[in-house]
């Protein structure tokens, strides 16, 4: 019994040993591809003076210059799990060697092996908005200050943070609005220092800027969501035949100039729906700024009152 026991610990260990293995070897050439769909390139060859100086590798296997993308300047696939080759002729290649952190690369044409190139500008999948993690947002206040009045002097700048453009940065004033709701609740109970329809109407607007909050997060998830390109076929041969270069060219330049409609046409609906959110954040302002309207003029009421 103890050697069965000995023996399936043993090949237990023997496979947790070849899956750590695993795990630290070289990453899929689908991960290579990934990276560099996501982004584009410097590139640098000293050999050839006024030549490219920039690089992007489209879904479609087309290699073209970063600022010129109607151009292809030649045929990329996958070759190692490290290597990209890109054929820029019937029987001329340049052989790109991407570093370990896939931060830049090395390569070489020919005799010339003095390329070389680095991570650019990250490009978004087709229409989609960048995914950016929010800097929770606070909402200023003085030591002793009462609630009632951070809503009388922070209104504007949270009302700014809440319908803030979808492409922009934007801070997350959630956790900070519902934290100020709290309190004015608690104070309109327990030490209000305004009439009841001023905290009413407080609570009113944190409120309005939650359901702002949900509406433009929304509008972000499905901000110019497009159905996503696959890679060709041909872009996954190791071994691309010099005479099928022609035959792949016309192909790639059929599926490239679809690529490029496709992206237009991406790009004209993540223009719409920001001008959209725009016109619905300029309506949405409104109605809270008249909220803060209506919550001063009831603090300023009970002042001169007393």
Sequence with gaps: MDSRRIRTAAV?????ALAARLAAADPPAGDLERTLLSCTWSFRNPA???????LRFWSDSAATS?????TIIGIWHVTGPDEVTILYGPSTAIMLTFHADREAFDGEDGANKHIKGRRLEALLPKGAAKKMQPVAADIDSKPGQSQIDVISSQAASVTAGVIVPLDATAQDHRAAIITLRENLVDEAVMRPVAPAEAYQTATKL??????SLDERDKRLASYGQTRPTTILGYSRKSNLQASDYFRYLREIADAHRKELDDWRQAQFFIDAQKKQWNDRGTLLKQGLDALHY????????????Q
């Excluded at 970063?66 to 109607?70: E, H, K, L, S, V």
């Excluded at 209506?294 to 009152?305: D, S, T, W, Y």
Aim: aromatic share 8%.
């Design 206 to 211: 944190c409120d309005a800027w939650l359901v």
């Design 66 to 70: 970063a600022g010129d993308a109607t």
């Design 48 to 54: 050839v003076k006024g030549g490219i100086k920039d």
């Design 12 to 16: 237990m260990f023997l496979w947790i």
């Design 294 to 305: 209506q919550v001063v003029e009831a603090v300023k009421a009970r002042a001169n009152a």
